[in-house]
């Protein structure tokens, strides 16, 4: 009799411990299914910044507010006019006012399978007197005792690339100082004149105007009046 008892007993032990693995989920498999990769290289998505309680005057960083963009900073890098680089690190800040005209723009260029690209945004005044004494010429580089609107975080450099991220046909480069690159300029091919076109008409309908003799270059009609200012951004050492 207690034979028989032992035997039941460690029969249903026996099935209550394979029951329990059977039941109890494995350390590997719900791991192995919850990995979500976010962005190509597994990054964590950042959340965006909002413009609510910010002046349109507080310098901010453009991709804290909008991940639409595209960046080829040109003076962070020796491939500019200047052949040197003037900029410790690449970033694209602007005051609040010309980031949020841009994002909108934006935001109008990708309906049309557009987006904007950037050479060069906000520009402390120190450096426009590193390029001044590079190039003293004002018909290239603005008088840094009077300042440029780029020092006042108004002004961007900027062309459009397509939704794969190829540049749009401007005729020149950036920063390409001669009459090919004005904006009366017409002896080019019609593509360009179209891309050139665009590029400038919605500009100008989210309130920024381009300079006659450099298709890349625009300012916020809204930040011509700001101070000149030299407010340095820091660079990420990591």
Request: glycine content about 6%.
């Amino acid at each position: 009799m207690k034979q028989l008892f032992w035997c039941i007993l460690i029969v249903l032990v026996s099935c209550k411990q394979d029951h329990k693995k059977k039941t109890e989920p494995t350390t590997e498999l719900p791991v192995k299914d919850s990995v979500v990769i976010k962005e190509p290289q597994g990054a964590p998505i950042q959340k965006l910044r909002s413009f609510e309680g910010l002046a349109d005057t507080t310098f901010v960083r453009l991709e804290d507010f909008s991940k639409d963009f595209a960046y080829d900073m040109r003076y962070a890098t020796e491939n500019n006019f200047l052949k040197a680089k003037v900029y410790d690190c690449a970033e694209c800040y602007t005051r609040a006012k010309t980031a949020k005209a841009l994002i909108q723009a934006n935001k109008d260029f990708i309906k049309k399978g557009y987006r904007i690209k950037f050479f060069d945004c906000y520009r402390p005044n120190s450096v426009q007197y590193k390029m001044w004494e590079i190039v003293p010429n004002p018909q290239y580089v603005a008088d840094p005792v009077k300042g440029s609107i780029h020092n006042k975080g108004g002004a961007v450099d900027i062309t459009l690339v397509d939704l794969e991220g190829n540049e749009l046909d401007m005729g020149t480069d950036f920063d390409f100082f001669g009459k090919r690159a004005h904006h009366d300029f017409t002896d080019l091919p019609d593509t360009v004149l179209q891309n050139r076109k665009l590029l400038k008409e919605t500009m100008e309908s989210y309130g920024f105007w381009g300079i006659r003799t450099e298709w890349w270059h625009y300012n916020l009609s809204a930040g011509s009046n700001d101070k000149v200012a030299d407010f340095k951004w820091e660079c990420n050492q990591e």
